[in-house]
């Protein structure tokens, strides 16, 4: 009754100065939210789920305050990819500062124009894919997500998209929260890319809910930016239909405390779905990845690639989970997540699950944490390679794995060098 009681008056503190916006459907499905929250309450360290993550910071009534950034010469992540670039500041749409969303050769529409329309595609999205990614484990920071956000767009596709469409989030003010909620659909056949980038604000909650049709092509690969002191949540729930393909990479360097959520259903035969993430941090530096993959089609693939790099006292989670459920026969699962910890004060929590319900399946984890291998550091270091370098070598081999579930090798280029930039900054 007291944890009820905490978590009440917690949530009634989130959520002063907030309303639910919105008279059409876009309304209702907020409000729908609005009373889901309200039974759920937020999140608490006692949870099941958020044991070895503290909420506190990201469920307190403000923000704590959080230092601007200065990234010095160094260019945006995805800055030279050809992509359409749509730019938030603080978690606010900038139209000034973003490219003309029509040069995607998709629909994009900002949330705030489609509450008008009564018969709109994101009616089936909006708030649906949000709503069963609740079980069987709440997501309370989705649903505030999904009953506040006011920031965000609708995106179709239904062809191969003509460019990428690339997310760059600005943190200006040191005070700022957002709430940013994007809604996607590829329809039969369809290809699309999302970039993301930046730190968007001194705490950002954001959802993106991906319908994935049948045999349709989804590409996502994000950098989080190295802001030190920035909060995030983010949630990914997405739905894949048969013969399609799902796949999401993200890289985190610095950050305060990161929760990354991805919650995939592969409810068509012969679907794909590959989820993989590279952290790296230290000192305050706390990362948490939690995946939930759901297996329901038949013959269906999925991959969970995640690895950790910390030092000087950051910690990881990882908190995996594939779910197959009956009659989803031939699926194929694996999942992996390591740490390389760079010294005897940073730590790696890890909680692999499998729950199978049926009998023809190829299903594995594995998690480990370890420190660099001695004898391939020795190795370099006999052929004239500084101490330092070496390492960074090996760590970047370490991290190969992860960065090479992106399939644009542009896109993959990008993230090597930027976390060989963060590597040479620590070599100092």
Not at 35 to 51: I, Q, V
Not at 228 to 247: D, M
Not at 286 to 306: A, I, K, L, P, Y
Not at 348 to 361: G, R, S
């Amino acid at each position: 009754m007291a944890l009820a009681q905490a978590k009440s008056d917690a949530l009634a503190a989130r959520l002063d100065g907030l309303a639910v916006g919105g008279s059409g459907w876009l309304g209702a499905a907020r409000r729908d939210a609005a009373s889901r929250l309200a039974a759920m309450g937020l999140p608490n360290k006692r949870d099941e789920y958020w044991r070895y993550t503290d909420p506190a910071s990201l469920t307190q009534a403000a923000p704590m305050p959080a230092a601007l950034f200065d990234a010095g010469d160094e260019a945006p992540a995805f800055d030279g990819i050809d992509a359409v670039k749509l730019v938030f500041v603080d978690g606010v749409f900038d139209a000034a500062q973003s490219d003309d969303p029509a040069l995607a050769g998709v629909e994009i529409t900002h949330l705030s124009k489609a509450d008008g329309v009564d018969i709109h595609w994101a009616r089936e999205v909006y708030g649906v894919l949000e709503t069963r990614g609740q079980t069987p484990v709440h997501r309370p920071l989705a649903t505030l997500n999904t009953a506040y956000a006011a920031e965000g767009f609708l995106i179709r596709a239904t062809a191969k998209a003509a460019k990428p469409v690339s997310f760059t989030y600005l943190h200006r003010a040191e005070h700022s929260d957002a709430l940013i909620h994007h809604c996607i659909k590829l329809e039969k056949g369809a290809e699309l890319t999302i970039l993301e980038n930046g730190p968007a604000a001194a705490r950002i909650t954001s959802v993106m809910e991906v319908e994935v049709a049948d045999t349709a092509r989804f590409h996502h690969i994000r950098a989080q930016g190295r802001d030190h002191e920035r909060r995030a949540a983010t949630h990914v729930f997405s739905r894949v239909g048969a013969g399609a393909l799902f796949k999401s990479f993200t890289l985190t360097a610095n950050g305060c405390l990161t929760r990354n959520e991805q919650i995939v259903e592969l409810v068509g035969n012969d679907g794909v779905a590959h989820v993989a993430g590279a952290a790296v941090g230290d000192g305050t530096f706390h990362h948490d990845d939690t995946v939930f993959m759901t297996h329901e089609g038949q013959r269906c693939e999925s991959r969970q690639v995640f690895k950790k790099v910390l030092m000087n006292g950051a910690v990881g989670v990882f908190q995996g989970k594939i779910l197959v459920k009956q009659g989803a026969q031939k699926t194929d699962g694996y999942q992996i997540s390591q740490s390389l910890l760079l010294d005897g004060d940073s730590q790696f929590l890890a909680k692999p699950e499998l729950e199978i319900y049926a009998d023809d399946v190829k299903c594995s984890h594995g998690s480990t944490s370890g420190a660099i291998d001695d004898t391939a550091l020795f190795y370099l270091q006999s052929r004239g390679v500084p101490k330092r370098v070496a390492q960074s070598l090996l760590v970047l081999a370490f991290l190969a794995e992860a960065i090479g579930e992106i399939e644009d090798e542009a896109i993959a280029e990008d993230i090597r060098s930027r976390l060989e930039g963060w590597l040479q900054r620590h070599e100092h």
